[in-house]
């Protein structure tokens, strides 16, 4: 299978395989790789991959996108990255809350956010991808995180050789406990610097990195090449899509759906990758029928889905979800390739590039809504979905998992439409334990995350992950603070 950027208007050159995608992560011209062919998932299939445990389902479909990779070497990468050392109890548990809400909890990793599903297995991909290019640099990470992205990327890529990572996050847009897991962070190849501005500062910050080739060239000089662990990497966006596979396997299994019925996804949604994992895990024949993309008071992209306009000029909020506190979703470039072909999608980006919104045709948006449904949460909306799942539903959830349900709900109560929904779970509530605490019914006295983590346990009647509360006894290594322009400072 080969790979074509979003933006490329001729279907037949510029072709890559994935350990090249996989190793550049962003094309040459500023587009996104994605696969020039969807493999075909049959429902026989689906019924094989039910009967085999996670990281053997991973292997399965990863092996779908990454033809070039040995499938003996992909299976032991999955066995590594999925073991029970790394995801004590499974990888990602499907837990009922009611008889039509099921919360697939992708949170029980290292840094317990569901990035982890992605980012414990790309470095694997990423050092293999190297070897199988006959790379001799050294390859640099660049990641820009609202929070999550960025511990587990430092994680996953930690003291691996022939790779240096380096993440940026917004200065105060991200939990006081995100903050201290990358502040603390181990490994002898890991940077972290914090940026002036919001996510997007310093996204955009990463981007105009990767497309300055004076920096390229000052980089290849000193031995090494810019790559990236965000999900714009196809390597990060791949492993997703199998746990919206495995989901529906374990629905089978438990015998809330028989084979071929179809199911709703609901997703807490920034840059739009972990939503896109899971069309793409619909355009493979996977029977998802509606999509239901939940965004907090960011809501650019439920005004997308409504209205066919993208406008990221607006008022930026900080909110208690600070990992979808983003107003350019990435991945939202190759849901319109796939809807709309390359040649609209280059005009698309053209346009947000220079006047920051576009404006797609009546009949592709017609197509967006023929399978997505957008929503969003008030802070005040969050809150109160957050207190009422606990007290009524017994079910603790973070910020960002909150923000779902209550765009779940919104969405039974206009449709009526009562289908078994997967609502994705993608952070343990004791990274965002302020927040949580305040929602279920009292305010904190302050900050401090042993005090926080303390008082969730008191509450809630459950314990902190046991990573969490490791970090509380690690030494801060990384303090440093740049504004955006100066980003490269960091490196080199």
């Known amino acids: 299978m080969k790979y074509i950027s979003t933006r490329n208007q001729n279907k037949n050159e510029n072709l890559v395989s994935s350990a090249e995608a996989i190793k550049k992560g962003l094309a040459p011209d500023g587009g996104l790789y994605m696969p020039t062919e969807i493999p075909e998932l049959s ?74 599903m992605a980012l414990q297995i790309m470095p694997r991909l990423l050092s293999r991808a190297l070897v199988m290019t006959e790379e001799t640099r050294k390859a640099h990470i660049l990641v820009a995180t609202s929070g999550d992205t960025g511990k587990a990327a430092l994680e996953g890529y930690r003291d691996v050789d022939g790779i240096d990572i380096t993440v940026f996050y917004p200065v105060d847009g991200v939990s006081p406990m995100q903050k201290l897991q990358m502040a603390t962070q181990l490994g002898e190849n890991v940077n972290v610097c914090a940026v002036y501005g919001n996510f997007d500062d310093a996204q955009n910050g990463v981007k105009r990195i990767f497309s300055d080739k004076a920096l390229a060239n000052k980089a290849e000089d000193a031995g090494f090449f810019f790559s990236s662990a965000n999900s714009i990497n196809w390597g990060r966006l791949a492993p997703q899509i199998v746990y919206y596979v495995s989901a529906y396997c374990d629905l089978l299994n438990a015998g809330e759906i028989s084979l071929g019925d179809k199911i709703n996804v609901c997703v807490p ?114 809150a109160a979905c957050l207190k009422d799942t606990f007290e009524n539903k017994k079910y603790l959830a973070d910020t960002h998992t909150s923000v779902a349900i209550d765009c779940y709900n919104k969405y039974v109560s206009d449709t009526g439409d009562m289908t078994k929904t997967v609502v994705v779970s993608t952070a343990s509530p004791y990274k965002f334990p302020y927040d949580v605490c305040s929602s279920i019914g009292k305010t904190p006295e302050n900050e401090e995350p042993a005090y926080l983590l303390g008082l969730l346990e008191e509450l809630s009647g459950t314990k902190a992950p046991a990573a969490l509360s490791a970090t509380l006894s690690l030494p801060v290594r990384f303090k440093q603070v740049v504004a955006a322009p100066e980003m490269e400072t960091v490196i080199f």
């Open 269 to 382: 949604t920034g840059n739009f990758g972990n939503i896109f994992a899971g069309y793409i895990a619909r355009e493979m024949g996977l029977p998802i029928d509606k999509m239901i993309c939940a965004s907090n008071a960011n809501c650019v992209l439920t005004d997308f889905i409504r209205g066919g306009t993208y406008d990221r000029t607006r008022e930026f909020f900080k909110t208690m979800s600070p990992s979808m506190d983003i107003l350019i979703s990435s991945n939202l470039e190759r849901l319109l390739w796939l809807l709309a072909g390359p040649e609209e999608t280059a005009r698309c980006m053209a346009e947000l590039s220079a006047n920051g919104k576009y404006t797609v045709s009546e009949e592709i948006l017609a197509k967006l809504q023929s399978v997505f449904y957008g929503y969003c949460s008030t802070e005040e909306e969050t």
């Open 43 to 116: 429902l026989e299939a689906v019924a094989s991959l039910a009967k085999l445990p996670y990281e053997e389902r991973a292997t399965e479909i990863l092996s779908m996108f990454l033809t070039d990779y040995d499938k003996e070497k992909l299976a032991l990468d999955c066995r590594t990255a999925y073991g029970e050392d790394r995801f004590q109890g499974g990888a990602a548990p499907l837990v009922k809350v009611t008889d039509t809400h099921f919360s697939l909890e992708l949170w029980h990793g290292p840094t317990c956010a569901f990035k982890d």
